[in-house]
Nanobody, 122 residues
Framework: QVQLVESGGGLVQAGGSLRLSCAAS????????MGWFRQAPGKEREFVAT????????YYADSVKGRFTISRDNAKNAVYLQMNSLKPEDTAVYYC???????????????WGQGTQVTVSS
C-alpha cells in the first residue's frame, strides 16, 4: 500500500517556474514507477511524465518536453516535477501516481494522490 500527497502547486505568471513534490508513505516506494498526470476543467486526465524505480529512465509528454523535469529521491520517499517556462495551458490539477512500470495510461497506475492545483496566468 502506498499513500501519496502532492504539494507545491500555486499561482504563477506565464514564463515562471514551480516545483511540485509528491511524498509517499510505505516501505516499498523504491520499487514503484512514478508518474505525474494533470487534469484541466472539462478535460480528461492526461499524462505528463514518468520515471522508473531507479530514476534512470524518464519519459515526457510532447507538450512538456524540454520544460518539465521529473526526478525522485528514494531515500526521502519523494518524487518531484520541476516545471519551467510555464504556459497558461499548463493550468490544471496535477496528480502523482505509483505503479508497477513506467507508462502513460492512467489505468497502469495503482495509487494516486489527491492532486495540487497549478494556475498559470497570462
Amino acid at each position: 500500500q502506498v499513500q501519496l500527497v502532492e504539494s507545491g502547486g500555486g499561482l504563477v505568471q506565464a514564463g515562471g517556474s514551480l516545483r511540485l513534490s509528491c511524498a509517499a508513505s510505505g516501505r516499498t516506494f523504491g520499487s514503484y514507477a512514478m508518474g505525474w498526470f494533470r487534469q484541466a476543467p472539462g478535460k480528461e486526465r492526461e499524462f505528463v511524465a514518468t520515471i522508473n524505480w531507479s530514476g534512470g529512465y524518464t519519459y515526457y509528454a510532447d507538450s512538456v518536453k524540454g520544460r518539465f523535469t521529473i526526478s525522485r529521491d528514494n531515500a526521502k520517499n519523494a518524487v518531484y516535477l520541476q516545471m519551467n517556462s510555464l504556459k497558461p495551458e499548463d493550468t490544471a490539477v496535477y496528480y502523482c501516481a505509483a505503479g508497477p512500470t513506467t507508462a502513460w495510461g492512467t489505468r497502469e497506475y495503482d495509487y494516486w494522490g489527491q492532486g495540487t492545483q497549478v494556475t498559470v496566468s497570462s
